[in-house]
């Protein structure tokens, strides 16, 4: 069979409680991963579509964040209400969400401010950061 | 800064002990993606190559598997030795290492036969199998 579509990597990595950095996914529960996976499922995507676990992304003051491959889309503050949208919009149809893009010069950058203390902060300003 | 010109996903998936479609990583050690993760440090390639952990890539079969995006190169039967040949032939000479190279038709094809029972006789078989 072909390679995959659209290979999406949703960052589950935790750090320990008031990293700097934040956490993508501080209670561990995988959920934003298994919400891609149910959409997935739910429209007969799969297998050519995959929802995939990852380690940390090094994205961390955009988090939650999600890349998809080999678009090379990166999505940052990503909420479980995105996720319909996300396989709506961009992997049916190929559109680019841009309140959830990071674009490339936030990417890589690595920690950008000392005052980022947690994860709810991050999620809840990631317009403002990212 | 830049997206990364090479995101290295290393399956570090754990199966139960006898699962038909073999594991990735039965130890659980990580080695293989923490000698990715050095070998790239120690060529000075990072931040812009990355190694990444990452969950299940649904390609057990011809594990220990690995995917380099946004180039979409996939091997299989990668062993700790082929690190430093993966880093030097394809992330910094755009070769792809036709021993470990997963071809299209044989991705994303589930359990192809139902006498594969350990990850040792998959990676022992790679090359018949995949």
């Known amino acids: 069979m072909p390679k995959f579509t659209h290979h999406i990597f949703i960052c589950c990595n935790q750090r320990s409680a008031g990293s700097p950095r934040g956490c993508c996914d501080p209670a561990g529960s995988e959920a934003l991963r298994n919400a891609f996976k149910a959409?997935?499922?739910?429209?007969?995507?799969?297998?050519l579509v995959r929802a995939n676990v990852a380690g940390c992304l090094d994205q961390c003051e955009c988090g939650p964040t999600v890349v998809i491959y080999p678009q090379e889309i990166w999505y940052g503050g990503v909420k479980l209400a995105d996720v319909p949208r996300i396989i709506e919009e961009t992997v049916l149809h190929g559109r680019v969400l841009e309140d959830l893009h990071i674009p490339d010069e936030k990417l890589n950058t690595k920690p950008r401010?000392?005052?980022?203390?947690?994860?709810?902060?991050?999620?809840?300003?990631?317009?403002?950061?990212?």
Do not use: H, I, M, Y
């Open 113 to 130: 401010a000392a005052t980022q203390p947690t994860a709810g902060v991050l999620f809840d300003s990631f317009q403002a950061n990212c």
């Open 39 to 47: 959409e997935v499922k739910k429209r007969g995507l799969d297998p």
